[in-house]
């Protein structure tokens, strides 16, 4: 067969995907994994992606917000494995996952069906062992437990993970970029597009974003010149500021502040600056059609070249090469 029949073949697969619900799961991050799928075949014409829910018997499940959904079957009714299962959880899984589900879950796995964890499946995936070395995400209030209880995982603070038949994300809206960008996988880039202009989406977000986690979140034990520190980053993208210049607004010693950076942030104030600056920068890339060298001006670097140069040793690529890349 010829790469482009191949293709062609490819294109024209109709793929089968479960989704298996629990108990307590998230209305809004089961819509947001599914809604792209059936967008997909409205704007397609055919049906590229088929759904059918499940749960452990049955039953009807009920969501955290309190809304029924009656999925289609059982999983001991399922005589023929999906191509990808996404597990449903809740963002606080029960003690013990139902012996059935762990069960189903692992003779999936040895299948090599991709199997995707929404909110808390990603959660319940780990348990199974069924992430053990796998890169994964899940939504930022679980990090901490999360790294703790399994080391085997490669855990990411990213938006969603694509790891070779294992997809995993940071829940609510994270779940609609993932599933559209397997769409673009699957089918193309400007079926995707098609997907996020139905959704009214500014764009499609990346994978390898970082989740936004707040800021009182991410320094809730912090000393509060740690955090009107950041404040002022963040306020101060254009013009940054000196370290100096910083401890003298908040009234602390250069020193105090490089030591409350490494305390809680595992950086220098200099190095965290930076990022902030580039991260600011990517999106702009991303998200405008600004020339580089305007760009570098509004993320305050002195010349496109110094901005190329940063650029690079930060993301391995250079600003035309990201622009290149989208």
Request: net charge neutral.
């Amino acid at each position: 067969m010829s790469d482009a029949a191949s293709t062609s073949s490819s294109l024209a697969l109709t793929r089968e995907v479960g989704i298996v619900v629990m108990p307590g799961f998230s209305l809004l991050s089961h819509a947001c994994a599914t809604e792209p799928l059936h967008v997909a075949n409205l704007l397609h014409g055919r049906t590229l992606y088929r759904l059918t829910s499940y749960s452990c018997g049955g039953e009807a499940v009920t969501s955290t917000s309190q809304q029924t959904l009656a999925p289609r079957m059982a999983l001991d009714e399922v005589t023929r494995y999906p191509d990808m299962v996404l597990v449903c959880g809740p963002a606080m899984l029960p003690s013990g996952i139902p012996d059935e589900l762990g069960a189903w879950l692992k003779r999936l796995a040895t299948s090599g069906i991709m199997i995707g964890g929404i909110g808390g499946g990603t959660e319940a995936l780990a348990r199974l062992g069924l992430l053990d070395g796998y890169s994964a995400t899940l939504p930022w209030q679980r990090f901490e437990a999360f790294a703790a209880a399994h080391p085997r995982v490669r855990l990411s603070q990213q938006l969603f993970e694509i790891d070779r038949d294992r997809i995993t994300c940071g829940g609510g809206t994270a779940a609609m970029d993932m599933m559209i960008t397997l769409v673009a996988n699957h089918h193309g880039p400007a079926l995707a597009t098609r997907i996020s202009e139905y959704f009214v989406m500014e764009r499609i977000r990346m994978g390898d974003e970082p989740q936004q986690i707040p800021l009182r979140s991410r320094l809730s034990h912090a000393p509060k010149s740690l955090t009107e520190a950041v404040q002022l980053m963040e306020a101060n993208i254009e013009e940054p500021l000196t370290t100096h210049e910083l401890s003298e607004h908040l009234g602390v010693s250069r020193r105090q502040l490089e030591r409350l950076f490494k305390k809680y942030l595992k950086s220098v104030p200099s190095r965290y600056y930076l990022d902030l600056r580039l991260q600011r920068a990517r999106r702009l890339l991303r998200e405008s059609d600004r020339p580089a060298g305007e760009i570098a001006l509004q993320t305050g670097f002195s010349s496109a070249a110094h901005f190329s140069t940063a650029y690079r040793n930060h993301f391995g690529i250079t600003p035309r090469e990201e622009r290149i890349n989208q």
